[in-house]
T-cell receptor, first 111, second 116 residues
Framework: SQKIEQNSEALNIQEGKTATLTCNYTNYSPAYLQWYRQDPGRGPVFLLLIRENEKEKRKERLKVTFDTTLKQSLFHITASQPADSATYLCALENRDDKIIFGKGTRLHILP | EAEVAQSPRYKITEKSQAVAFWCDPISGHATLYWYRQILGQGPELLVQFQDESVVDDSQLPKDRFSAERLKGVDSTLKIQPAELGDSAMYLC??????????????FGAGSRLTVL
């Protein structure tokens, strides 16, 4: 069955360092991989997407890589700030517009 | 900025009662999704609409859940009868395929259901 795994339930990073979150998947061939941010009690908010034929995408302090051979995406936040503390969700989209999510990683940026 | 509207924000009900959630997507968004999110888990897709048609409802527990989008605009998700395990956040999202070909989801604030 299709499976998405995000590396850890929670991650603590010191302010100013780079936070790296991992998303692995099996039994799936996504056309796109997306990352969302979710704050407590709120709906997820879209951050970045990367296509299957792209290796890397950047947006301000965010960077996403996509390795379809390893079936893995890495999500980086550079110069992390306490305001970056949230849950980050990895999502895969297939060619039928179906989008499935991982469990998420709770990121805590420590001041 | 356009938003996805959901109501109610909070619903407390007793088991075996009927519950309904409403979603109004962003105007012009053809694709509408309902997700269920249990605390500490990721969103789980329940049903996906393209205009008024169901595209995927393979994970919808059809013995008690139903969803409709009659005019291809707003949508209703119903649970009857509610069970204790249905306690969760019900999220609605809509999308319009962008130039990249991908569906970027805009989520509503969600409807939090507590079944007692």
């Amino acid at each position: 069955s299709q499976k998405i795994e995000q590396n850890s339930e929670a991650l603590n990073i010191q302010e100013g360092k780079t936070a790296t979150l991992t998303c692995n998947y099996t039994n799936y061939s996504p056309a796109y991989l997306q990352w969302y941010r979710q704050d407590p009690g709120r709906g997820p908010v879209f951050l970045l997407l990367i296509r299957e034929n792209e290796k890397e995408k950047r947006k301000e302090r965010l960077k996403v890589t996509f390795d379809t051979t390893l079936k893995q995406s890495l999500f980086h936040i550079t110069a992390s700030q306490p305001a970056d503390s949230a849950t980050y969700l990895c999502a895969l989209e297939n060619r039928d517009d179906k989008i499935i999510f991982g469990k998420g990683t709770r990121l805590h940026i420590l001041p | 900025e356009a938003e996805v509207a959901q109501s109610p924000r909070y619903k407390i009900t007793e088991k075996s009662q009927a519950v309904a959630f409403w979603c109004d997507p962003i105007s012009g968004h053809a694709t509408l999704y309902w997700y269920r999110q249990i605390l500490g888990q990721g969103p789980e897709l329940l049903v996906q609409f393209q205009d008024e048609s169901v595209v995927d409802d393979s994970q919808l527990p059809k013995d008690r859940f139903s969803a409709e989008r009659l005019k291809g605009v707003d949508s209703t998700l119903k649970i009857q009868p509610a069970e204790l395990g249905d306690s969760a956040m019900y999220l609605c999202a809509s999308s319009l395929k962008g130039g990249s070909g991908a569906n970027v989801l805009t989520f509503g604030a969600g409807s939090r259901l507590t079944v007692l």
